[in-house]
């Protein structure tokens, strides 16, 4: 069996590929990449690189050439994405692949998640077009908050527009190690998992948690939406990318990422990392 992997030189990617060296017996492991010169440890380590952007339709079709399984790791190109992915889709399409895996955003389809848009119109576009498919909805890495750690370093506080809404964070490896599974596994044909941490934690522990790690006293500082966005302006942040932060803090308020299903435990064999140890290991 072949199993093509994009955004393989991706800090997903690149574990999703190790994983698949490690566990796929007799699998060929094909890392696609835009910018070969990223992609040398992935080849030392047994994974054959092909070369497409994913805005080169002709370049992703050779790239799949007499591969089974494509895992389309979404794009980090915001804004693009529809076209891209829908680019990856149809080239696997045209080459002949059978089963397209993708990493999803969570309740994509109904959310009002802001960086759902794009995920619901390529589930769509994977359902339609006749693939055998697999979405993984992924919820927030916990890496995302190695930046709240720094800056509590010297500040003490995470100020955020987050209510008291919760997040079921989970570390990219969990999520690396969930895509393998479904990769190497069977039964998960037509299958949508909403895939997340075993836990999900409100703002007030995710400071109490940076504090012990951090051994500083750090507490929650929840402000509304219009001071959040008054405070980023104030601290140069432009207008659109402070609109897009307050506007994920209030979908977290709202409970947009506070979903727990076990899936992501259930798919891996093991339970998910901690919050604690996720952190610890972010900034190791
Ligand atoms: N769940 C979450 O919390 C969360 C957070 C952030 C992002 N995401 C999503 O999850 C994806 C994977 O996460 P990650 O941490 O691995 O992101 P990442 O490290 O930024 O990797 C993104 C990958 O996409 C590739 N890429 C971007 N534009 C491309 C193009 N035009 N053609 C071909 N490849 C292109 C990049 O290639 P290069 O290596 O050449 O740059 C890279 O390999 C992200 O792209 C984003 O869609 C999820």
Redesign the pocket.
Known sequence: MKIAV????????KLVINGLLEKGDGVEIIAV???PK?ALLLAERGAEIRVA???DPAALQSAFAGVDKVLL?????VGKRIE?HKNVIDAAKAAGVKHIVY?SAPRAATTALILAPEHKATEENIQRSGLRYTILR????TE?YKKQLESAKSTGVIVAAAGKGHVASAT?ADFAAGAVAVLLGSGHDGRIYELGGDHAWDYNELAATIGEIIGKAVSYKPVTADALRGILKETGVSEGAAGFVVTLDTNIADGALAEVTGDLSKLIGRPTTSLRQGLIDAIA
């Open positions: 994009t955004g393989a030189t991706g800090q997903l990617g990449v835009r910018d990223k952007a994913y805005g790791i979404s794009s980090s190109e891209q990493t992924n919820n927030w890495y995302n990219r």
